[in-house]
Structure formats: structure tokens, C-alpha cells
């Protein structure tokens, strides 16, 4: 775990070492999803079951990071190399599992050939 804080940015390796990097990765999805980078963090008494930080990333992580970061706003990083990377390692092991390269890009939300790129790449780089 360690090594993967380590290839995320700095934001994100200080959020990470309070949630853990599979938490602040649900963060980044769900502020890309958003399209939007920042984030108020209220405090814990003010952090409610409605809040878009605790459906996003779970009551008790919401929390943690409140006991953190209370007040305070936060940009949440792209964390675009270390996202690239995971679902390139998604599409390979999709792709080992058997699936279709249609079904890994309609799983994905990317163009066959943008799949059958990085398997490929990948393929090469194990001969």
C-alpha cells in the first residue's frame, strides 16, 4: 500500500494516508464524475448521511477525513497517472479473464481500439 500512496500526488497522498488510497481514489472518481475539483470538508458534527462525502466515500472515512480537514477546502487531484494506470491493469486483467474487447471498452467507457492500444502495448512489453 505504501508504494501506491507514493504515485499519487501530494494531495492526495496526505488524504490517502487518512482514508487510505482505495477511499480517496472513490473521492477522485466521484469529483470527476462531478467535474468539479473542490471540496468543502464541514465539520464532524455537521457531516450528515446526506452529505455528497458520505455517500461518496462512506460514513466512517467522511468522518476521519472531517476529524482532519474540518473546515478547510480542498482540491482534489486528478491523480491522472495513477487513474491511467489502474485501468490499464483493469483492461489486462479483463482481457485475461476472457472478455471481449467490445465488452471492456462498453465496460470502461472507451473505444475498442483505445483497449485493444493498451493490451497490445502490454502484450509487447511481456515478450
Same mark, same amino acid.
Given at each position: 500500500?505504501? %508504494?501506491?500512496?507514493? *504515485? @499519487? !500526488?501530494?494531495?492526495?497522498?496526505? #488524504?490517502?494516508?487518512?482514508?487510505?488510497?482505495?477511499?480517496?481514489?472513490?473521492?477522485?472518481?466521484?469529483?470527476?464524475?462531478?467535474? %468539479?475539483?473542490?471540496?468543502?470538508? !464541514?465539520?464532524?458534527?455537521?457531516?450528515? %448521511?446526506?452529505?455528497?462525502?458520505?455517500?461518496? #466515500?462512506?460514513? /466512517?472515512?467522511? @468522518?476521519?477525513?472531517?476529524?482532519?480537514?474540518?473546515?478547510?477546502?480542498?482540491?482534489? !487531484?486528478?491523480?491522472?497517472?495513477?487513474?491511467?494506470l489502474e485501468r490499464n491493469s483493469r483492461i489486462i486483467r479483463m482481457r485475461q479473464q476472457g472478455?471481449?474487447? *467490445?465488452? #471492456?471498452? /462498453?465496460?470502461?467507457?472507451?473505444?475498442?481500439?483505445?483497449?485493444?492500444?493498451?493490451?497490445?502495448?502490454?502484450?509487447?512489453? *511481456?515478450?
Open positions: 500500500m505504501q %508504494s501506491e500512496i507514493v *504515485q @499519487l !500526488p501530494p494531495t492526495a497522498q496526505e #488524504i490517502a494516508s487518512v482514508i487510505g488510497v482505495e477511499k480517496t481514489l472513490q473521492l477522485v472518481r466521484g469529483k470527476q464524475k462531478e467535474k %468539479s475539483r473542490s471540496l468543502y470538508v !464541514p465539520s464532524p458534527a455537521r457531516m450528515h %448521511s446526506s452529505h455528497w462525502l458520505v455517500k461518496t #466515500i462512506g460514513e /466512517d472515512a467522511a @468522518l476521519e477525513l472531517a476529524q482532519e480537514y474540518a473546515g478547510e477546502p480542498l482540491t482534489i !487531484p486528478r491523480c491522472s497517472s495513477f487513474t491511467k472478455l471481449r474487447y *467490445q465488452e #471492456i471498452a /462498453d465496460a470502461l467507457g472507451m473505444g475498442i481500439s483505445a483497449v485493444k492500444m493498451v493490451y497490445s502495448r502490454w502484450v509487447k512489453s *511481456q515478450e
